[in-house]
């Protein structure tokens, strides 16, 4: 480790100390306040103003309560009854208008601030209500952000997030959430490329503007690390007391000295995960320290310096220590509130801007406070220190500790009156957050839980708390946009990990019983000679294949056409016949020439040419005696099956042509296309059509299965054209660099790894788009999708 110079280390905690005194001071603030009771008068005053707007008689309350409204979960139907009952222009000005002072720092008096605010409300109100709607791609979907990447000019960013994401993901250790870890990151990066949008004006050329977004993405990720991979990592039991040492000397040294130590040697069992953490922060780090500007450098530092020393002394607290001082609570909440927020600037480089530096200063703790009172019985679990949870276990035995929901009601009143002027929109909109996060948490653990919790935390005003609580039981239109949004987000992540496991359990078992009826009978009474051509077809079909094709089959004809899951065999059999038999051809010297299939060696080489030759013709016949025996459809209707099927052998024998043909020559994108179709798309869509023509669905359906199985096909070729140039042969069970070998015109050699990668996502965005125009439940269809993009085999 790089040894520290005792002047840095002096800096550094110079600045803490002058952070500290300040912190001290504000809270002091807070605390004459409080025991002074200064806060009440005040805040009752403003909530008799603000009640007008939002208490309403009650006869009129009930008769509002008859106009059917729908719960906040229905995140759709909530946006349309809003809109239709007029609410919705309120609803987002003052949700946008908070985020505005939240996160941007911003002061509602500002005309301009208005502006912008008034110019985002129309925005999202015409993309939730209007036009957007004919475009059902949602913003907040996959295909919906890297539609907005393309608009902006950035999907080279956005897929290279993406694989950053994933591989954040997969190395976050048990004892961790990865879904919180990367929620969080994501809520980082689209705060710093707020900052970002904010601080570019309209003599922004297109090109500048492609340039600082696509910067502040990655500033945001760089940034963003230190939460799952400082912050969690130190906050967990993952690493041993000896190891959490280690790392925090580590961090500590690179915010004194600017650099980045060599990890060294490393005592404990997390040394392959501290192996990455370290790789992959000081890539971060780097990025950060490389755009900074030369006078904003010792801020980024200083402020970096002061959110981890906050950080570490509140982390070393212990709720069995009796003994914590007002002072030792809250000064620490004050920094690591403010410089979180602080940071932000410093990280993109921003000018000074001493009114942001007040706001956000003071912003913080309010914020801190408000999360601290939704979460204190699950840090009471954990054992974790806050102002509340120390409360609630000392407040019998420690008088002089602060109720921590009074010193909330100050922080709200000396934001409103000392840091905003007493602005009539941001008095409204702080109670409106106020109120909402009562009557969220009310909501959340039940009127009796409630009351308890609000008897313990009652201000000593009788007369305050029946305020507080009149508006928490009777006002209404308090409620915000990005919690809506934040609920719905976390909904489809939940119902997306479920439907993400039932992805996996029904590959998984439908695999298996696909697996156990593929091989083929050998005919009694024959010799082995007679039958050997039976023994390569079963070596070729017992090797470790995805079995893609049959498995959408069996999940559309069962699941979503009802059809019995027996009476289909045949079909499952012979698709994955057909498919067996294109992979034998395409192996063969005369067209691919690959010696690995499955993980082992191909037929021809196992066996021999002729016998590889003779095998996949056999099983494209067996393919079809496998379809004649459809026994319990309507024989119409199987013929019209069997004749559907033999275009396709047809239209795939023809991409295979092409591809022979294409071999040194050089091929435009339309071509590829139609050659990656004839060859993968045309067997996609054949496994979704053939369940719907024995189900006999209509065209419309037909045609938008077709569409999901044209773009999701050419996606999948686009990634094997890239596994093939980045894959790992261990993983993929076959050899890599036979395209470049055989000179064959795929994506990746016409558009290059980076060009390939955007054509992927847009056949990506396009099938998903396709499958809004199925009448079926299609999140199977969805996360086999998804799996395309992101295998590594």
């Known amino acids: 480790m790089n040894?520290?110079?005792?002047?840095?280390?002096?800096?550094?905690?110079?600045?803490?100390?002058?952070?500290?005194?300040?912190?001290?001071?504000?809270?002091?603030?807070?605390?004459?306040?409080?025991?002074?009771?200064?806060?009440i008068p005040t805040l009752t005053n403003d909530f008799q103003m603000w009640k007008q707007n939002h208490v309403r008689h009650p006869l009129l309350s009930l008769w509002g309560a008859r106009k059917n409204k729908p719960n906040t979960k229905d995140y759709s139907n909530y946006i349309r009854w809003m809109n239709v009952t007029g609410k919705l222009d309120s609803y987002l000005h003052r949700s946008i208008s908070y985020i505005y002072m939240r996160d941007l720092g911003k002061s509602l008096q500002s005309p301009d601030t208005q502006n912008r605010i008034r110019h985002v409300v129309d925005s999202l109100k015409d993309h939730l209500t209007g036009s957007n709607q004919g475009n059902k791609s949602e913003l907040i979907s996959m295909a919906g952000l890297y539609r907005w990447a393309q608009k902006e000019g950035i999907e080279s960013t956005f897929i290279w997030l993406m694989d950053k994401l994933k591989t954040v993901s997969s190395h976050i250790p048990e004892g961790m959430d990865a879904e919180h870890a990367q929620r969080k990151l994501i809520k980082i990066i689209a705060g710093v490329l707020m900052h970002v949008i904010e601080e570019m004006d309209n003599s922004v050329s297109p090109i500048e503007r492609r340039e600082k977004l696509a910067e502040a993405i990655r500033l945001g990720y760089s940034y963003g690390l230190t939460y799952p991979f400082i912050d969690d990592l130190l906050d967990a039991n993952v690493l041993s007391t000896e190891e959490k040492q280690q790392y925090t000397d580590l961090i500590r040294t690179t915010l004194i000295t600017g650099f980045v130590p060599k990890l060294g040697s490393w005592s404990g069992d997390n040394l392959k995960l501290i192996q990455?953490?370290?790789?992959?922060?000081?890539?971060?780090?780097?990025?950060?320290?490389?755009?900074?500007?030369?006078?904003?450098?010792?801020t980024f530092f200083e402020q970096s310096y002061v959110f981890f020393q906050s950080q570490e002394v509140d982390r070393k607290k212990d709720l069995s220590n009796p003994s914590y001082t007002n002072e030792d609570l809250y000064i620490p909440v004050i920094l690591k509130s403010s410089s979180s927020r602080l940071i932000v600037r410093s990280v993109i480089s921003a000018s000074e801007d001493g009114g942001f530096d007040?706001?956000?200063?003071?912003?913080?703790?309010?914020?801190?406070?408000?999360?601290?009172?939704?979460?204190?019985?699950?840090?009471?679990?954990?054992?974790?220190?806050?102002?509340?949870?120390?409360?609630?276990?000392?407040?019998g035995l420690r008088p002089d500790l602060i109720n921590p929901f009074e010193l909330y009601w100050a922080v709200i009143s000396h934001l409103i009156h000392n840091v905003y002027d007493s602005d009539l929109l941001t008095c409204e909109v702080i109670l409106d957050r106020a109120i909402n996060g009562l009557k969220r948490f009310k909501a959340r653990i039940g009127m009796e839980k409630y009351s308890e919790v609000m008897k313990l935390f009652a201000s000593a005003d009788s007369e305050f708390n029946h305020v507080i609580q009149t508006m928490v039981r009777r006002a209404d239109d308090v409620d915000f946009f990005d919690k809506l949004l934040r609920d719905h987000i976390i909904t489809n992540i939940r119902n997306q990990r479920k439907e993400q496991d039932e992805f996996i359990d029904t590959v998984k078992t439908v695999r298996n019983q696909i697996n156990n009826i593929l091989t083929i009978s050998k005919k009694e009474n024959s010799s082995q000679i007679n039958e050997s051509i039976v023994d390569a077809a079963n070596y070729s079909l017992a090797g470790d294949g995805?079995?893609?094709?049959?498995?959408?089959?069996?999940?559309?004809?069962?699941?979503?056409?009802?059809?019995?899951?027996?009476?289909?065999?045949?079909?499952?059999?012979?698709?994955?016949?057909?498919?067996?038999?294109?992979?034998?051809?395409?192996?063969?010297?005369?067209?691919?020439?690959?010696?690995?299939?499955?993980?082992?060696?191909?037929?021809?080489?196992?066996?021999?040419?002729?016998?590889?030759?003779?095998?996949?013709?056999?099983?494209?016949?067996?393919?079809?005696?496998?379809?004649a025996s459809l026994d319990q459809f309507d024989s119409k209707t199987v013929l019209k099956l069997i004749q559907y099927s033999t275009q396709v052998t047809e239209v795939m024998c023809k991409g295979q042509a092409m591809d022979l043909c294409s071999?040194?020559?050089?091929?435009?994108?339309?071509?590829?296309?139609?050659?990656?179709?004839?060859?993968?798309?045309?067997?996609?869509?054949?496994?979704?059509?053939?369940?719907?023509?024995?189900?006999?669905?209509?065209?419309?359906?037909?045609?938008?299965?077709?569409?999901?199985?044209?773009?999701?096909?050419?996606?999948?070729?686009?990634?094997?054209?890239?596994?093939?140039?980045?894959?790992?042969?261990?993983?993929?069970?076959?050899?890599?660099?036979?395209?470049?070998?055989?000179?064959?015109?795929?994506?990746?050699?016409?558009?290059?790894?980076?060009?390939?990668?955007?054509?992927?996502?847009?056949?990506?965005?396009?099938?998903?788009?396709?499958?809004?125009?199925?009448?079926?439940?299609?999140?199977?269809?969805?996360?086999?999708?998804?799996?395309?993009?992101?295998?590594?085999?």
């Open 3 to 39: 040894s520290i110079n005792v002047e840095n280390t002096k800096n550094v905690d110079e600045c803490y100390q002058q952070a500290e005194q300040r912190a001290a001071h504000y809270f002091q603030t807070l605390y004459d306040q409080v025991i002074k009771r200064t806060y």
């Open 276 to 298: 990455f953490i370290h790789a992959e922060l000081r890539e971060a780090y780097k990025y950060i320290k490389a755009y900074q500007h030369s006078e904003t450098l010792n």
């Open 546 to 627: 995805k079995r893609l094709r049959p498995i959408m089959t069996w999940v559309m004809g069962v699941n979503e056409y009802g059809l019995n899951q027996t009476a289909i065999v045949p079909l499952l059999r012979s698709l994955e016949y057909m498919h067996t038999a294109s992979l034998i051809f395409d192996d063969l010297p005369s067209q691919d020439n690959a010696s690995l299939r499955r993980g082992r060696a191909t037929l021809h080489q196992q066996y021999n040419i002729a016998t590889a030759e003779l095998t996949g013709l056999f099983l494209t016949q067996k393919a079809i005696e496998e379809q």
């Open 663 to 793: 071999k040194g020559k050089p091929l435009t994108l339309d071509q590829l296309n139609t050659m990656c179709f004839y060859k993968t798309g045309i067997a996609f869509e054949a496994s979704l059509i053939m369940p719907a023509i024995l189900a006999q669905v209509n065209d419309l359906e037909m045609k938008a299965l077709k569409q999901f199985a044209y773009h999701a096909g050419i996606a999948f070729q686009i990634k094997d054209d890239l596994l093939d140039v980045e894959g790992d042969i261990t993983l993929l069970g076959k050899s890599v660099g036979i395209d470049a070998n055989n000179n064959s015109s795929t994506f990746v050699s016409l558009l290059g790894q980076e060009g390939a990668r955007k054509e992927m996502w847009e056949h990506y965005c396009l099938a998903i788009e396709a499958l809004h125009e199925v009448p079926r439940k299609t999140a199977f269809l969805k996360h086999l999708l998804d799996y395309i993009v992101n295998r590594d085999h």
């Open 358 to 395: 007040n706001r956000a200063f003071f912003y913080g703790i309010y914020n801190q406070l408000a999360d601290d009172f939704a979460d204190m019985f699950d840090d009471m679990k954990e054992g974790a220190v806050t102002p509340y949870t120390y409360y609630l276990k000392y407040h």
